[in-house]
């Protein structure tokens, strides 16, 4: 194990998060060799990066992150799963059919049935619903998570990506069925500030979950590599972009990028590269518990969790990164996960 400080911690919906987690969104697939995998999570968990945030859908294909992780307890972690919060969610395609997707009971038990196989273990530590269904009663949705709590499958319930009227809601209809939602997942950077934006009853989703005592565990804090140094000076043919993945180069539009030039500059003048004043950004609110980063390799993560060392920003930092702390349309999951 790596002599590395401990990471900080935040406690919110009855778990203690580190303030960095590891998303296994990216490079868990199959196009990723399994031993930079191996190597990235081992190093991930000896710097005290002890949540591994997994869904069903994260590869290509379905549940091959989770079984990659499954690999990893049963050799590598063998033994240390009590030291670990591990996450999983139902919500996109794994796989055909009508019952492949979205929010129904029948999917969820047995998608969550299906990565606990692949996991290797008895239960999670959060199981969360991806996205809202308008075509489920939330009491069905809810419902599936609550039975999920009760049978020992899963420790905590989570949502992940519903606005903050729905998350009323699902907080309404939890409570009915004396279920406890610990935790939320939104999407939250610098370029996609969605999760401050008023409701139906004037609260954010930051305010109705900092209400409700639930974790905010923000993933794509570097906007899908935006605020990575990757695209300051174009597209580079082995980036994402390029590759067709989740950043769309068509977001790449010259206002985006000289505002993450501007971020850029404030950061090397604070001492900082632009990742850590990013992800230094989305921790200012007490309200975030944690911020999901998706290092494709160690010394990128290294250079993610050395954002927690540094000083807090200054009220001259933030006043300068206002004005670029801007919308770029990124947000993918607002539409499509949320009806409102």
């Known amino acids: 194990m790596l002599d590395a400080p401990e990471l900080p911690h935040r406690n919110a919906g009855g778990l203690s998060w580190p303030v960095v987690s590891l998303g296994l969104w990216q490079n868990f697939g199959a196009t990723t060799p399994f031993e930079d995998q191996r190597r990235l999570v081992l190093h991930a968990v000896d710097r005290g990066v002890v949540h591994l945030d997994l869904a069903n859908n994260y590869g290509p294909p379905p549940f091959a992150a989770e079984e990659s992780v499954g690999r990893l307890l049963a050799r590598d972690l063998r033994g240390r799963r009590d030291e ?23 999917y969820l038990r047995a998608s969550l049935d299906e990565s606990l196989r692949r996991l290797g273990l008895d239960s999670v530590d959060v199981f969360y619903s991806h996205r809202f269904d308008p075509t489920t009663p939330l009491e069905e949705t809810l419902g599936a998570l609550d039975r999920a709590v009760r049978s020992g499958k899963a420790r905590h319930a989570g949502i992940s990506s519903y606005s903050a009227d729905r998350t009323v809601e699902a907080l309404e209809v939890a409570r009915s069925l004396g279920l406890r939602l610990a935790v939320h997942q939104p999407a939250y950077s610098l370029l996609n500030r969605w999760v401050e934006q008023p409701g139906d009853d004037g609260r954010s989703l930051l305010d109705v979950a900092g209400d409700a005592g639930m974790a905010v565990v923000a993933f794509s804090p570097l906007a899908q590599g935006m605020l990575s140094t990757r695209y300051l000076h174009g597209v580079p043919a082995d980036s994402r972009a390029a590759r067709g993945g989740p950043l769309r180069t068509e977001w790449l539009t010259d206002e985006a990028l000289d505002h993450v030039r501007a971020l850029d500059a404030i950061a090397g003048a604070g001492g900082r590269t632009l990742p850590q004043l990013a992800l230094a950004w989305v921790l200012r609110d007490p309200r975030v518990t944690s911020v999901l980063v998706g290092a494709r390799t160690t010394a990128q993560l290294d250079e993610n969790l050395a954002a927690v060392a540094l000083p807090p920003l200054t009220a001259d930092e933030l006043a300068a990164i206002e004005p670029h702390a801007v919308d770029a349309g990124i947000n993918l999951w607002g539409v499509r996960s949320s009806d409102r």
Do not use: F, Q, V
Request: charged share 15%; no cysteine.
């Open 84 to 106: 670990l919060l591990i996450t999983t969610k139902a919500g996109y395609r794994a796989w055909p059919g009508p019952y492949g997707e979205h929010g129904s009971a029948k």
